[in-house]
């Protein structure tokens, strides 16, 4: 990945926790730990533990979010990995298959002197070179990138086999273990006997609860010994000793091995310490009070005078802000209010894959728990069973992944079309708004959905805004086939008609029809979901300057409307507008509708993602110049 370094904000201040105690190990495989060496390596342990809490908690009161826990967790058999590296023992990139703990990677690497300790003061700020997630290419010392659960230890199979003398460490976590690559990976390094050491951080912490309470019959050991991989118990993983000759021995044995560390989650940060809490980025008053406890009164400091600096951007044509991927919970939710005890269960199943607060199922889970499934971190197996579960047509299954993850489970969706299955399916955190997770996390190809061939009863739905999405949810709730409802990570403000009023209030009725937002006669930009408001934006600014631009929502993504063609065939031009892939979205199919309906005169433009993530937040879409004023420079450019 090629980095433009002008772009990269430049540190400022100094780093508040002194590392000066901070002693680089290397270990020999065929030594033992000596009382030194350990002594060091609690030290470096405890220092960088407590310079994880601080720069993640930085970067939560700087808006930008992030994950302490799972990194916190892993850094006692990270800088032991790291020490066997150094000395021989261990193939040079140490994985995670836990992109989220990225923090404990860009710590090591600035420990090791590949980037300035103080570089972690701008942690997943935009333009750092530190985002949430890690992306090979863009940061000293990172040679890896990972996010998406299951996606790692396959990859790390195939650097073994290319290098099989020497073993290649992994870090692994008990979530990532759900996911069904894992268990074809297990089996495919114990078929080939591949030296690949999986290091599991076993917390018994997910997002929404403990795998132990979901699943009490899964055995992870006994899986991965099914596997035929090794495993190994530590039981007592913060005991440095033991810890140390676990991975000692998982090292010398031949093959395959998996060392399972059972530990709580956050061990020693009070308040979050073995909770689901810890999985996002502490708290500001828990990092205060662990930094305090540790005599870290300037980084406390720093903490506390830090604030998040807010753009205030008005937004013409647009009203107040929503969160339309949580209001689908609430709207499911109040429609299954309305059926009976008996009618709901025999009709409706919900099924969550680990995320039920980042789409809404949290509320669905709350107000009817008897239809509500915890089904792991298992989108292929979730979506089946949605799926199998509307095998007749009076009944249906719904449930919910992010859109980066949607693409994991097209194979399932095309047997679901291909079976006349019924479900509704939320894909969140569509586009790139509010990011900073970055590039992994992008949900950019979620026309991928729509794959059946032929007019199969599949639709994209894609509501502007919670209004909107509360008309739709109730017009199509009933409807046969595969509906999947679009909405973003960040929330959206309502849209609002030419008199000011909500544009999908009173007397709005959902046609699945293209609807006119605003009439123009020099020309119209089409969008819809995330985008929308930001087109409106411009649009309105546009007319103000006297430019009569026109702007059409796409609510129904995959149906073209013969309708629209009326409007915008004796068009100056039509611009399409999205936050989806430029090669794979609306904008990539627009322009076939538009030949294909004898179009040939209206000048014909799109705009999508083109680039990798910046990190940051809002920042993302100024950075894929999807923002008002790019939009309005485009228009510009189409009416000269």
């Given at each position: 990945m090629e980095v433009n370094v002008s772009n990269l904000v430049k540190t400022q201040g100094e780093f508040p926790i002194d590392l000066e105690e901070y002693k680089i190990l290397s270990f020999n495989i065929n030594e033992e730990l000596s009382e030194a060496d350990l002594l060091q390596l609690k030290k470096n342990v405890n220092l960088a533990r407590d310079s994880l809490v601080f720069f993640t908690a930085l970067a939560g009161v700087n808006g930008v979010g992030g994950h302490t826990g799972g990194a916190f967790d892993i850094i006692p058999e990270l800088l032991i990995a790291d020490a066997f590296r150094r000395g021989g023992h261990l193939q040079d990139t140490i994985f995670d298959e836990a992109g989220h703990r990225v923090a404990a990677f860009y710590l090591l690497s600035a420990l090791n002197g590949k980037m300035p300790i103080t570089d972690l003061l701008n942690h997943r700020k935009a333009y750092s070179g530190l985002p949430g997630h890690p992306e090979r290419g863009l940061t000293p010392g990172i040679d890896f990138s990972s996010g998406r659960l299951g996606h790692m230890w396959g990859d790390v199979n195939g650097v073994s086999a290319s290098n099989p003398k020497v073993p290649v460490v992994m870090l692994g976590s008990d979530g990532s273990q759900e996911e069904g690559n894992n268990i074809e990976a297990a089996r495919l390094a114990a078929k080939l006997n591949l030296p690949v050491k999986v290091l599991i951080d076993y917390n018994d912490i997910t997002i929404t609860g403990r795998p132990s309470e979901q699943f009490p019959k899964w055995d992870l050991k006994k899986i991965l010994e099914g596997a035929g991989v090794k495993t190994i118990d530590c039981d007592d993983p913060e005991d440095l000793r033991s810890l140390y000759n676990s991975i000692k021995e998982s090292i010398l044995n031949e093959g395959p091995v998996a060392l399972i560390n059972r530990r709580v989650m956050a061990p020693g940060i009070k308040g979050i310490e073995d909770t689901s809490k810890a999985h996002d980025v502490i708290a500001l008053d828990k990092a205060i009070e662990y930094l305090e406890e540790k005599g870290y009164q300037e980084a406390c400091e720093i903490l506390k005078s830090t604030t998040k600096q807010k753009n205030a951007v008005e937004l013409k044509g647009c009203g107040s802000m929503?969160?339309?991927?949580?209001?689908?919970?609430?709207?499911?939710?109040?429609?299954?209010?309305?059926?009976?005890?008996?009618?709901?269960?025999?009709?409706?199943?919900?099924?969550?894959?680990?995320?039920?607060?980042?789409?809404?199922?949290?509320?669905?889970?709350?107000?009817?728990?008897?239809?509500?499934?915890?089904?792991?971190?298992?989108?292929?197996?979730?979506?089946?069973?949605?799926?199998?579960?509307?095998?007749?047509?009076?009944?249906?299954?719904i449930t919910a992944t992010f859109a980066a993850f949607n693409s994991m489970w097209l194979s399932e969706v095309q047997m679901a079309e291909l079976n006349e299955r019924r479900a509704l399916i939320h894909i969140s955190h569509n586009g790139v708004a509010d990011m900073a997770d970055n590039t992994c996390h992008f949900g950019i190809n979620s026309f991928f959905s729509d794959g059946g061939i032929g007019d199969v009863n599949t639709r994209l739905y894609a509501p502007a805004d919670n209004h909107q999405m509360r008309i739709m949810l109730e017009k199509v709730f009933k409807d046969q086939g595969m509906r999947f409802f679009l909405t973003t990570r960040s929330a959206v403000p309502e849209i609002l008609d030419e008199n000011g009023d909500p544009f999908y209030g009173d007397g709005y009725e959902f046609t699945g029809k293209d609807e006119i937002i605003r009439k123009g006669t020099q020309g119209y930009v089409i969008s819809y979901g995330d985008s929308l408001h930001r087109v409106l934006d411009a649009v309105e600014r546009l007319r103000a300057e006297g430019k009569d631009v026109g702007l059409i929502n796409k609510p129904t993504l995959n149906v073209f409307d013969d309708e629209v063609v009326e409007v915008i065939k004796d068009s100056p031009f039509v611009l399409v507008v999205e936050t989806q892939n430029r090669k794979t979205g609306l904008g990539s199919k627009f322009g076939s509708f538009l030949m294909e309906n004898n179009c040939n005169n209206v000048k014909y433009d799109y705009m999508g993602v083109t680039k990798f993530g910046c990190g940051g937040v809002e920042e993302q879409i100024t950075h894929q110049k999807l923002d008002s004023q790019s939009i309005q420079e485009r228009v510009r450019s189409l009416l000269n």
């Amino acid at each position: 990945m090629e980095v433009n370094v002008s772009n990269l904000v430049k540190t400022q201040g100094e780093f508040p926790i002194d590392l000066e105690e901070y002693k680089i190990l290397s270990f020999n495989i065929n030594e033992e730990l000596s009382e030194a060496d350990l002594l060091q390596l609690k030290k470096n342990v405890n220092l960088a533990r407590d310079s994880l809490v601080f720069f993640t908690a930085l970067a939560g009161v700087n808006g930008v979010g992030g994950h302490t826990g799972g990194a916190f967790d892993i850094i006692p058999e990270l800088l032991i990995a790291d020490a066997f590296r150094r000395g021989g023992h261990l193939q040079d990139t140490i994985f995670d298959e836990a992109g989220h703990r990225v923090a404990a990677f860009y710590l090591l690497s600035a420990l090791n002197g590949k980037m300035p300790i103080t570089d972690l003061l701008n942690h997943r700020k935009a333009y750092s070179g530190l985002p949430g997630h890690p992306e090979r290419g863009l940061t000293p010392g990172i040679d890896f990138s990972s996010g998406r659960l299951g996606h790692m230890w396959g990859d790390v199979n195939g650097v073994s086999a290319s290098n099989p003398k020497v073993p290649v460490v992994m870090l692994g976590s008990d979530g990532s273990q759900e996911e069904g690559n894992n268990i074809e990976a297990a089996r495919l390094a114990a078929k080939l006997n591949l030296p690949v050491k999986v290091l599991i951080d076993y917390n018994d912490i997910t997002i929404t609860g403990r795998p132990s309470e979901q699943f009490p019959k899964w055995d992870l050991k006994k899986i991965l010994e099914g596997a035929g991989v090794k495993t190994i118990d530590c039981d007592d993983p913060e005991d440095l000793r033991s810890l140390y000759n676990s991975i000692k021995e998982s090292i010398l044995n031949e093959g395959p091995v998996a060392l399972i560390n059972r530990r709580v989650m956050a061990p020693g940060i009070k308040g979050i310490e073995d909770t689901s809490k810890a999985h996002d980025v502490i708290a500001l008053d828990k990092a205060i009070e662990y930094l305090e406890e540790k005599g870290y009164q300037e980084a406390c400091e720093i903490l506390k005078s830090t604030t998040k600096q807010k753009n205030a951007v008005e937004l013409k044509g647009c009203g107040s802000m929503q969160k339309p991927r949580d209001e689908f919970g609430v709207i499911v939710s109040d429609i299954l209010d309305k059926f009976s005890t008996e009618e709901k269960i025999s009709s409706v199943r919900v099924i969550d894959s680990d995320l039920a607060g980042s789409y809404g199922f949290s509320h669905i889970k709350k107000r009817h728990p008897e239809i509500f499934v915890e089904g792991g971190i298992s989108e292929r197996n979730n979506m089946l069973f949605a799926a199998g579960f509307g095998a007749e047509k009076s009944r249906q299954g719904i449930t919910a992944t992010f859109a980066a993850f949607n693409s994991m489970w097209l194979s399932e969706v095309q047997m679901a079309e291909l079976n006349e299955r019924r479900a509704l399916i939320h894909i969140s955190h569509n586009g790139v708004a509010d990011m900073a997770d970055n590039t992994c996390h992008f949900g950019i190809n979620s026309f991928f959905s729509d794959g059946g061939i032929g007019d199969v009863n599949t639709r994209l739905y894609a509501p502007a805004d919670n209004h909107q999405m509360r008309i739709m949810l109730e017009k199509v709730f009933k409807d046969q086939g595969m509906r999947f409802f679009l909405t973003t990570r960040s929330a959206v403000p309502e849209i609002l008609d030419e008199n000011g009023d909500p544009f999908y209030g009173d007397g709005y009725e959902f046609t699945g029809k293209d609807e006119i937002i605003r009439k123009g006669t020099q020309g119209y930009v089409i969008s819809y979901g995330d985008s929308l408001h930001r087109v409106l934006d411009a649009v309105e600014r546009l007319r103000a300057e006297g430019k009569d631009v026109g702007l059409i929502n796409k609510p129904t993504l995959n149906v073209f409307d013969d309708e629209v063609v009326e409007v915008i065939k004796d068009s100056p031009f039509v611009l399409v507008v999205e936050t989806q892939n430029r090669k794979t979205g609306l904008g990539s199919k627009f322009g076939s509708f538009l030949m294909e309906n004898n179009c040939n005169n209206v000048k014909y433009d799109y705009m999508g993602v083109t680039k990798f993530g910046c990190g940051g937040v809002e920042e993302q879409i100024t950075h894929q110049k999807l923002d008002s004023q790019s939009i309005q420079e485009r228009v510009r450019s189409l009416l000269n």
